[in-house]
Nanobody, 125 residues
């Protein structure tokens, strides 16, 4: 099973980026997925989570109103639209998926079983 994250890059503060995560090796259409990030010198933190249908989403307080998580089950993919980016959004962004079928979305890192390799987002001031 692989989760391939892409779309990171260098952007000025106030700009936007859209991250994509394509899964292969199994289908995650019945599973929650999410995004986490790790800033330089800090631990990994939850950013956004989405349930299998997209009907339930959770966001970290620091990104509410600026980031939007979405998914396309036909493409076995999850996305993160990031607007009004700030320098403190800089870090490596990881997509993740829960292994068990569930109706819920999750915020806890330990709930996720599969992880992508990460894509670097750098926001300059």
């Amino acid at each position: 099973v692989q989760l391939q994250a892409s779309g990171g890059g260098l952007v000025q503060a106030g700009g936007s980026l859209r991250l994509s995560c394509a899964a292969s090796g199994r289908t995650f259409s019945s599973n929650a997925m999410g995004w986490f990030r790790q800033a330089p010198g800090k631990g990994r933190e939850f950013v956004a989570g989405i349930n299998w249908s997209g009907g339930t989403t959770y966001y970290a307080d620091s990104v509410k109103g600026r980031f939007t998580i979405s998914r396309d089950n036909a493409k076995n993919s999850v996305y993160l639209q990031m607007n009004s980016l700030k320098p403190e959004d800089t870090g490596v962004y990881y997509c993740a998926a829960v292994g068990a079928d569930s109706a819920y979305a999750y915020v806890e890192e330990l709930s996720y079983d599969y992880w992508g390799q990460g894509t670097l987002v750098t926001v300059s001031s």
